[in-house]
T-cell receptor
Framework: EDKVVQSPLSLVVHEGDTVTLNCSYE??????LLWYKQEKKAPTFLFML????IEKKSGRLSSILDKKELSSILNITATQTGDSAIYLCAVVMNYGGSQGNLIFGKGTKLSVKP | DVKVTQSSRYLVKRTGEKVFLECVQDMDHENMFWYRQDPGLGLRLIYF???????EKGDIPEGYSVSREKKERFSLILESASTNQTSMYLCASSLSSYTDTQYFGPGTRLTVL
């Protein structure tokens, strides 16, 4: 069965800390991996990763994919209270099967304390 | 910018009522999706559509149906709402089968009493 597992499920840190969120997957016909940030409403897109070892970076956020280990990490440096959110990892597969083409992990809830 | 809108942010319905949730995207996207999001379960795909009048079942289609009569609009229908359908419903769209990023609407929080 195709699945995406995120860890930890929740995390509490203080402002200025660096955090690493993990996403591992077991899917058929992997195509890409997506990271989303969800605050109070809709998930907003952060990164799409398709190639191993190539870091994507946006400000204090960065992410990298390891196809050999079937995993990805999302790093946030110098965390701020505005980073508090649920971070969702999703894996895109080629079409076929009941999941459509995208499976979400359950998310990591990050809380950043002042 | 891609814009995905949903007809209601909050809805309260009674058991047995027929419920329509509407989603509209303005970027000529081919693919549209309906998810529900529940604590501890994450996002689960209900139905998706890759073309007008085409639909495919997702993980949890039971108790739901969909309609896509126009490319920009994808409706989720609860024929007879039940309390276990109380949830956050999220609509998403993506450009085509060859693009992976899905853009989400703001969500509809449905409560069934």
């Amino acid at each position: 069965e195709d699945k995406v597992v995120q860890s930890p499920l929740s995390l509490v840190v203080h402002e200025g800390d660096t955090v690493t969120l993990n996403c591992s997957y077991e899917v058929t016909n992997f195509r890409s991996l997506l990271w989303y940030k969800q605050e109070k409403k809709a998930p907003t897109f952060l990164f799409m990763l398709t190639s191993s070892g190539i870091e994507k970076k946006s400000g204090r956020l960065s992410s990298i994919l390891d196809k050999k280990e079937l995993s990805s990490i999302l790093n946030i440096t110098a965390t701020q209270t505005g980073d508090s959110a649920i971070y969702l990892c999703a894996v895109v597969m080629n079409y076929g099967g009941s999941q459509g083409n995208l499976i979400f992990g359950k998310g990591t809830k990050l809380s950043v304390k002042p | 910018d891609v814009k995905v809108t949903q007809s209601s942010r909050y809805l309260v319905k009674r058991t047995g009522e027929k419920v329509f949730l509407e989603c509209v995207q303005d970027m000529d996207h081919e693919n549209m999706f309906w998810y529900r999001q529940d604590p501890g379960l994450g996002l689960r795909l209900i139905y998706f559509s890759y073309d007008v009048k085409m639909k495919e079942k997702g993980d949890i289609p039971e108790g739901y149906s969909v309609s896509r009569e126009k490319k920009e609009r994808f409706s989720l229908i609860l024929e007879s709402a039940s309390t276990n359908q109380t949830s956050m419903y999220l609509c998403a769209s993506s450009l085509s089968s060859y693009t992976d990023t899905q853009y989400f609407g703001p969500g509809t929080r449905l409560t069934v009493l």
